[in-house]
């Protein structure tokens, strides 16, 4: 079913690479696009579990919207080995105003297909995505 307000689908794979990582840890991290000539958000990297969080922030490209799930292991205050999955809404500043439009009329409707998603941020650059704002919030 297409988005009345974007008309973007979600292609079955996004889905499918989701729960691959959210219970099997088959990947560390995935960068969704919108594909504007299909009409739908597809899989457009997936990384390894053994990839660095350095690994994933490089894998979103600099001038363009994209949407991306991290699964974040990090131990607790009580020495605990947890993890919280993430999904990051890059939004480049330079990145085109039609884009970054598309991208926002898009996200509510892609992270519902996305269920088990434990904390959103939103960026705009890289800072606002740091390694530090993902401990911050992972606990």
Not at 96 to 112: C, P
């Amino acid at each position: 079913m297409a988005n009345a307000a974007s008309g973007m689908a979600v292609d079955d794979d996004c889905k499918l690479k989701f729960l691959e990582l959210k219970a099997k840890r088959t990947h560390r991290f995935i960068v969704f696009k919108i594909d504007e000539k299909l009409k739908q958000v597809v899989v457009e990297k997936l990384g390894e579990p053994t990839m660095s969080y350095e690994d994933f922030t490089a894998s979103l490209p600099e001038n363009e919207c994209r949407y991306a799930i991290y699964d974040f292991d990090f131990v607790t205050e009580e020495n605990c080995q947890k993890s919280k999955i993430f999904f990051i809404a890059w939004s480049p500043d330079i990145a085109r105003v039609r884009s970054k439009m598309l991208y926002a009329s898009s996200k509510d409707r892609f992270k519902r297909e996305l269920d088990g998603i434990q904390v959103e941020l939103q960026a705009t650059d890289p800072t606002e995505m740091g390694l530090d704002v993902i401990r911050g919030r992972a606990n």
